[in-house]
């Protein structure tokens, strides 16, 4: 279990602990860097945890200061290796006799064994070199992957025509050039950013700035969309450079960009190209990104070139006119149908698993009194979001006029958001949730000191306070037989709310409202709410009912 900040407990062992940043996340097998300390005692894990997460840190700053290979750099590795063997060829000549250049029968063995090794595809006797390059040039290069065999392979062209050359040479002919077309002299460098001028270095300053009061939670988002960009174009990407066939070029390539690919084992240590070229060599290529996915990856880049253009490092944002067209009406979640939500509640989640980690499983183990338990009942009979309810403090639920509502704000802790400013609002506690004992929960939290609701709830590794239930609870569906690909998900409970709404005779315009789909409003932030205005919401709200 986790102990605090960066420590967590194993049996009675303290391990170091560290979320891996989101901008890195593609990096690593998995969310989290766990590594035992070897001890029982907490303040000595404490004091060794320290080099562990300064060991961490390092390598994330490493991580951030290299960049995405580029074609100028497998022409300039090939050219530079190919430069570097004859120079070697000629320090050789100008040496003494005892160490002289090759002789004939030693290159000509080394040339077979190059060309065998280039039939086969095998690169083990060119990895020193490629690994060099690497290294030197800062590069993010996954040793295996098809990009590092393809450099691998370059430098073994250019190795084989250097010994030619110095075959050439051993008759006094230095005339010769390379016959090989992919061994030659590459053009001028590419253009690249000035120091603190790289992409995710302004990203950093825009995020500091925050001119739109974005939240935490948002920014992570942004940061992790974002960086595909940046896996693209390399990290020394000049923002002079930002325009419109850039931003053309990377939808085009996200809207074949497989869903959840980060969670995918195939598609482990990827770069952002190389996982949609994987996809496409799969048997049954994984369902790519939805339009709707690939306009929020654009909206948050979008937002983030409104403060480029704004600061003048770009002349206009590129995004302008870039998005792609989506029917609003349509969602890929549905409501439950009534024989779902039968199974689903007779289901072991609700009724007794077999233990924290098997909920399929029935069993003797009740999930109660946490958010995972109250977030699917409060969303069925207030329209909820899932992270608007798990982020309630206990002053948020109260009594106005004698009846207990929900204040769904953004205020009292700085880590609360909501999606929109028309997300403020006042919304009537349900009488089935008062029955199940929502309030006594309420309010035995209340009473232990607690501020929250839920402190137990935590955010995952994109800052989203109802995520990692959310993720589970999905896995959970498809368990239990209700779920088949997409359709049904947590939020097929708020979906549900609203055909509730409609079978009790309302029109969407009259309880939108109280799902947050109305323009802000200062009523529904502050002050005390007309007994009667608030009536008539108890009255929207009590008309939802459930066979």
């Not at 979001?385 to 009846?403: F, S, Y």
């Not at 549900?496 to 309880?511: P, Q, T």
């Not at 009523?523 to 709200?541: F, H």
Request: glycine share 6%; charged share 30%; aromatic share 10%.
């Amino acid at each position: 279990m986790t102990t605090g900040s960066n420590l967590k407990i194993r049996g009675s062992v303290y391990y170091a602990r560290q979320v891996v940043p989101v901008d890195l996340a593609h990096h690593f097998p998995s969310r989290e860097l766990v590594k035992s300390l070897n001890t029982k005692d907490r303040r000595t894990a404490n004091a060794r945890k320290l080099a562990v997460l300064s060991e961490w840190q390092d390598k994330f700053a490493d991580l951030r200061a290299r960049r995405e290979i580029s074609e100028a750099d497998f022409a300039q590795a090939t050219w530079q290796h190919y430069s570097d063997e004859l120079r070697l060829d000629d320090l050789a000549r100008l040496a003494p006799v005892e160490v002289a250049p090759k002789s004939d029968l030693v290159r000509q063995h080394h040339i077979r064994a190059l060309r065998d090794h280039l039939g086969r595809g095998e690169t083990v006797l060119v990895q020193w070199a490629a690994d060099s390059y690497i290294e030197r040039h800062k590069l993010i290069l996954i040793k295996g992957s098809a990009q590092y065999r393809d450099l691998c392979l370059r430098l073994m062209r250019a190795q084989i025509e250097a010994l030619l050359r110095a075959g050439e040479r051993d008759t006094g002919d230095y005339a010769g050039q390379p016959r090989d077309p992919i061994v030659t002299r590459p053009t001028a460098s590419a253009e690249i950013a000035r120091p603190g001028e790289r992409l995710m270095d302004l990203f950093d300053r825009y995020e500091k700035e925050n001119p739109k009061g974005i939240s935490v939670a948002t920014f992570m988002q942004a940061r992790r969309d974002i960086g595909t960009f940046i896996e693209l174009v390399g990290a020394d990407f000049p923002v002079s450079k930002l325009d419109k066939k850039a931003v053309r070029e990377w939808k085009m390539l996200l809207q074949s960009y497989p869903v959840k690919a980060a969670e995918i084992a195939v598609f482990k240590g990827m770069a952002f190209r190389e996982i949609i070229e994987a996809n496409g060599r799969l048997d049954k290529p994984k369902t790519v990104i939805s339009a709707k996915t690939v306009n929020r990856y654009m909206a948050a880049f979008g937002a983030f070139c409104n403060w480029l253009a704004a600061h003048d490092y770009i002349p206009a944002n590129p995004f302008t006119d870039m998005y792609l067209k989506v029917d609003k009406n349509k969602t890929n979640v549905r409501p439950f149908t009534s024989e779902e939500r039968k199974i689903l509640f007779a289901s072991p989640f609700f009724t007794g698993c077999k233990n924290e980690m098997k909920w399929q499983v029935p069993g003797n183990y009740l999930i109660r009194d946490d958010h995972r338990y109250w977030l699917p009942h409060v969303m069925m009979y207030s329209g909820a979001r899932p992270g608007e309810i798990a982020q309630l403090l206990v002053d948020d639920v109260r009594r106005m006029h004698g009846i207990w509502v929900m204040h769904l704000t953004d205020e009292g802790d700085e880590e609360k958001s909501l999606k929109t400013k028309g997300s403020f609002r006042v919304v009537p506690v349900h009488s089935t949730l008062i029955e199940m004992g929502f309030i006594d929960h309420v309010e035995r939290q209340r009473q232990a000191g607690e501020r929250r609701i839920f402190p137990e709830a935590e955010r995952n590794e994109r800052g989203q306070i109802a995520g990692k239930f959310e993720k589970k609870f999905g896995t959970y569906l498809t368990q239990i037989g209700i779920k088949k690909g997409r359709g049904v998900s947590l939020y097929s409970f708020r979906h549900g709310f609203s055909d509730a709404m409609r079978e009790a005779g309302f029109m969407d315009e009259e309880f939108g409202f109280l799902m947050g789909h109305s323009k802000s409003s200062m009523t529904a932030r502050y002050g005390q709410m007309p007994q009667g205005t608030l009536q008539k919401r108890v009255e929207l709200i009590e008309a939802v009912a459930y066979a």
